[in-house]
């Protein structure tokens, strides 16, 4: 074989190398564990004005969808202010040419005022939203609090799939179907990122691993009653 042919070759298998490792990474399978997805938040924001202060998360819950057992996704906002009086506060968000308005409401339990806007596939760093606070209007960009590098929750259910396969097993039945609700939370603590990851069954019994936002390293693993 001459020397032009042999690096033609090699060349050729290289290239084919290539495309088979991008086919297999874009057909890649998410792991099977996300269809028992009970809550899932996974992105974190904030913002704030000179009147009030802004958090917020992507992501959806299953325990506020009545009507279906399908995942919602959406933005819920949550304005850390004390002043729950009865002025009347709507957050709107306008994304390519169309306006995503809901209202505050206070949550019995937090205490602070909720909003949820429906919206799919969100992935931005970035955004503005407007509230509508009686005859006022404040403008508030958002920011992601995610710092560069953290796990996607498909990654790190693939790392604990991966490294905690006993303990995985042990919530599946006889026949190997897994017999409880996840629940998946981002957490960002001093610019540090991390995964809360429960399964709870239907007795409520929980176990909580918490998991390295950038390794996926676990942590800590807890029981709760």
């Given amino acids: ?12 298998c290289l290239f084919l190398t290539l495309i088979t490792c991008v086919f297999a990474s874009s057909c890649a399978k998410p792991s099977e564990l996300e269809q028992f997805l009970l809550e899932l938040r996974c992105n974190l924001y904030y913002g704030e004005c000179e009147s009030m202060k802004l958090d917020a998360h992507y992501g959806f819950d299953l325990n506020d ?36 308005n809901a209202e505050f409401k206070l949550d019995p339990i937090t205490n602070k005022m909720t909003a949820f806007i429906e919206i799919a596939d969100f992935d931005k760093k970035e955004f503005t939203i407007s509230i509508l606070e009686g005859s006022n ?49 981002v957490i960002v603590k001093n610019e540090k990122p991390y995964w809360y990851v429960g399964f709870k069954k239907a007795d409520g019994n929980l176990k909580a691993f918490l998991l390295d936002g950038i390794t996926g390293e676990t942590l800590a693993i807890r029981e709760v009653l």
């Fill in 65 to 100: 969808n009545t009507s279906s057992n399908s995942p919602i996704y959406g933005l819920y906002f949550h304005l850390a202010s004390s002043d729950t009086d009865n002025v009347s506060r709507t957050v709107s968000y306008v994304e390519n040419d169309k306006t995503y």
């Fill in 1 to 12: 074989m001459s020397i032009f042919r042999k690096k033609f070759y090699i060349a050729i």
């Fill in 137 to 185: 209007t404040h403008e508030i960009q958002l920011t992601s609090l995610l710092p560069e590098n953290t796990l996607t929750y498909h990654k790190a259910m693939e790392v604990l799939e991966n490294t905690q396969k006993p303990l995985i097993d042990a919530y599946k039945n006889e026949d190997g179907s897994f017999n409880a609700s996840i629940i998946m939370r």
